[in-house]
């Protein structure tokens, strides 16, 4: 990518392996990106330190507002950041929106210019939400395994059986109820435990 | 009672920025004013106006409770794309407060009195004495705000000039108290509960307050997308009502007021910031928040005209000229006075 095309990146986000997957992008398209956790007071400063071209930001951050009242108010500011909204591209908006990503840019920047930013931003504000979403979901099936068993051991022990019979009997109880054997494994640990407290 | 038709939607989520003039929606939603209507209301917690701004304007949230100035500064398209915006309704007047440091109020002998204009002169009388000293930062919660205005107006009083004399920023209210303790900012003008906190807090001191600036002010409204109203307006309607049935609740005996409190202090919503009150204040000086009364909550462009003055100084900076229409329409009573002769 040509170096007339490079703009100077300012990244607003305390979601550090998020920033770190952003910075990667851009940098290696040949942008220079700075990366700053949010503080609306530093951020006063980080821009007018680096005038940036393009600022992406969390578009849940409180740093937003501050951002904001910069172009209004810091008259020696002399790169006034607007919100970039791009009525002609409602598409890419609504993208923004859902991934989560904000982006102000400098007032007169050529929109096209700015537009592969925003969508490398998106892709990986993406990445990073179907990232997380997985985590969780590995992280709830293992919590899940810990309670089944758990409700293993404990039928174990009221019920003088072994382990392979335990489980028969979380399975018959979970097909019987129409209920999956996780939430089984729950009541099960409920009802054993409250005996096991009651004793 | 079943005059009105039935809500087009049964479910709502409405967003807020957790201050004490949020009290309505979440009386009608505590105290099941929503409910009576037909209408599940979610409240959700935004972190900034710009935030909560785009997410009405895009639809992923049904309205909000918006600092007046919102809805217009939408309209007409100032800090994004435009977005024809309403305020059938006011959810607050009065509430804001300007607060110094400790420090900063100490060395100008700043105080609160009656006259707001006395502690605005000490404050500039101090620093034009101490003119080579660093800039105190002040921070008001949003470019287009009563908030902004007002300190400009405190400021106007005392001959202080923002970026010769002072600098000004903007922070969201959960803020401002650690901010002005850790020295970040000097002083701040902002809602409720934040100033009465910073100074239960030993953090700053009260030097004026809104009501004695701008006595009775429209400060926080219902914001709705005028496309939201053409689809949906019987559940506009009924939301309106559930509000001012709040209101009216709230006003009806003054142990609901700390019903109200204990509802604001639950973790959605304002958390630990109340824990320094003890009791919710409405109509009490200095500060008179005001929730309820005989048309209290009825917009009214002329209400706005301070808003308005602002407004249109910050447009011909850049070439243009509020435009009158839109702050009329913004502001119009229609809907409020359609409720009220049902």
Known sequence: MPAASALKVLLVDDEVVRAAMVEEALASEGHQVICHLTSPASLNDMVRRHQPDVVIIDMESPDRDTLESMSQLNRENPKPVVFFADEHDPDTMQAALKAGVSAYVVDGLVQSRVKTIIDVAITRFEAFQSMRQELDKARNQLAERKRIERAKGLLMKHQGCDEEEAYRMLRKIAMDRGQRIAQVANSVIDILEGLEKGS | ?342
Request: hydrophobic fraction near 45%.
């Open chain 2, 1 to 342: 009672m079943n005059d009105i038709p039935k809500a087009e939607l049964d479910r709502l989520q409405l967003g807020f920025v957790p201050l004490l003039d949020c009290a309505l929606p979440v009386v009608a939603r505590e105290g099941g004013f929503f409910a009576e209507e037909g209408i599940e209301v979610t409240l959700l917690r935004q972190n900034a106006w710009a935030t909560l701004r785009d997410k009405v304007a895009a639809g992923l949230l049904d309205g909000a409770h918006m600092l007046a100035p919102l809805p217009l500064a939408m309209s007409l398209g100032l800090g994004r794309a435009p977005c024809d915006m309403l305020a059938p309704m006011l959810l607050s007047r009065n509430g804001n407060t300007i607060v110094l440091s400790e420090a900063l109020a100490d060395a100008a002998k700043a105080a609160l009195t009656d006259d707001p204009a006395a502690s605005a002169r000490a404050l500039g009388d101090y620093l034009r004495k101490h003119h080579q000293a660093a800039r105190p930062r002040l921070a008001m919660v949003y470019p287009y705000s009563c908030h902004h205005y007002q300190l400009s107006h405190w400021l106007d009083l005392g001959h202080i000039r923002p970026d010769r004399d002072v600098d000004v920023i903007a922070m969201p209210p959960p803020q401002v108290v650690d901010a002005m303790r850790d020295g970040t900012i000097d002083g701040f003008c902002v809602g409720e509960p934040w100033g009465s906190l910073a100074e239960a807090e030993g953090v700053g001191r009260l030097v004026a307050t809104s009501a004695q600036l701008w006595p009775d002010h429209a400060e926080k409204v219902l914001g709705v997308t005028r496309s939201w109203v053409h689809r949906y307006p019987a559940t506009l309607t009924r939301v309106m009502r559930a509000l001012l049935q709040a209101s009216n609740w709230l006003a009806s005996d003054p142990a609901h007021s700390d019903r109200a409190l204990e509802w604001l202090a639950l973790p959605p919503y304002l958390d630990r910031s109340v824990s320094h009150l003890a009791h919710f204040a409405l109509d009490e000086p200095p500060i008179r928040q005001r929730l309820a009364g005989p048309d209290l909550l009825r917009p009214d462009p002329t209400a706005m005209a301070h808003v308005a003055e602002y407004i249109d100084q910050h447009m011909r900076s850049n070439g243009r000229r509020l435009d009158h229409d839109t702050l009329a329409e913004c502001y119009s009573p229609v809907h409020y006075d359609h409720l009220a002769h049902q």
